[in-house]
């Protein structure tokens, strides 16, 4: 079961630099719609925490990534490497049921 975590001023800055991180990363544009999401998974082997990155540029491709952590806890490490973008478009034949 998912859902999302309490809000907070702390998660607030974290998720905007998880964004901006995000952005600075992937080179997007400025237009670029970035979602950040912290949330609780009650399912056995899932982290108690995560968080989930999405992100959408001009070809209309969904792009999503996750980190086994809360947001406030993330690095800028933590985000994958600039080269895998590609591997991070849905591919609509598989389809996403996390975000």
């Known amino acids: 079961m998912l ?10 800055e974290a998720r905007l630099r998880v964004e901006e991180w995000t952005r600075a990363r992937f ?6 719609a970035v979602l950040v999401s912290e949330l609780q998974c009650a399912v056995p082997g899932c982290p ?23 947001v406030a806890m993330i690095v800028e490490d933590d985000l994958p490497p600039a080269w895998l973008k590609p ?4 591919m609509p034949m ?6």
Do not use: M, Q
């Open 48 to 70: 108690p925490v995560e968080t989930v990155v999405g992100f959408w540029i001009d070809d209309g491709k969904r792009h999503h990534y996750k980190v086994f952590k809360p």
């Open 94 to 99: 598989l389809g996403c049921e996390c975000c």
């Open 27 to 32: 080179a997007l544009p400025a237009e670029a």
């Open 3 to 12: 859902g999302v975590v309490n809000k907070g001023r702390e998660r607030s």
């Open 87 to 90: 591997a991070l478009a849905e």
